[in-house]
């Protein structure tokens, strides 16, 4: 029983904390050139080797849900920032590309993004608190894929 209060505990504390951090983002993109969503999209599309993805697989890697995820993508497409076609292994499935233009948003507000990152975590925990953040968050998110979650 002492470990499920102790989890209880740290989850309260984590969820918090995230909570905290992610209303100072927010608040942050509030005077940038995108949305922090928007921006979620475009990272995660800069990730991808090709710099794009199909649509279903998008949604895995960002916090929206797949029809949330369609309409901002139509009207970042809209904007100029991503592109979207056809699949050409599954004439069903959507992909979604960067634009130059997305491009160099991304690596412009993600300057900002990453300074603002360091600001707020760098200046509250030690670089070794860091790494054991790093990690344990690795095995937290690690342990919910194994799970099925």
């Known amino acids: 029983m002492a470990t499920?209060?102790?989890a209880e505990e740290a989850w309260e504390a984590l969820a918090r904390a995230h909570l905290a951090l992610m209303r100072r983002?927010?608040?942050d993109f509030r005077g940038w050139e995108i949305s922090m969503r928007e921006y979620d999209v475009l990272f995660t599309l800069a990730r991808c080797p090709s710099g794009g993805t199909r649509l279903r697989d998008l949604s895995e890697h960002v916090l929206l849900t797949q029809p949330s995820i369609s309409r901002l993508v139509e009207r970042m497409e809209g904007?100029?920032?991503?592109?979207?076609?056809?699949?050409?292994?599954?004439?069903?499935g959507t992909v979604v590309r960067l634009t130059d233009r997305g491009r160099?948003?991304?690596?412009?507000?993600g300057r900002e993004h990453a300074a603002a990152i360091a600001r707020y975590l760098?200046?509250?925990l030690t670089p070794e608190e860091l790494r054991t953040l790093t990690e344990l968050s690795g095995k937290l998110r690690a342990a919910q894929a194994r799970q099925g979650g």
């Open 4 to 6: 499920d209060r102790l």
């Open 25 to 27: 983002l927010q608040e």
């Open 79 to 92: 904007s100029g920032l991503v592109a979207r076609g056809g699949d050409p292994e599954d004439r069903r």
């Open 104 to 109: 160099a948003v991304v690596r412009r507000v």
């Open 122 to 124: 760098g200046s509250a």
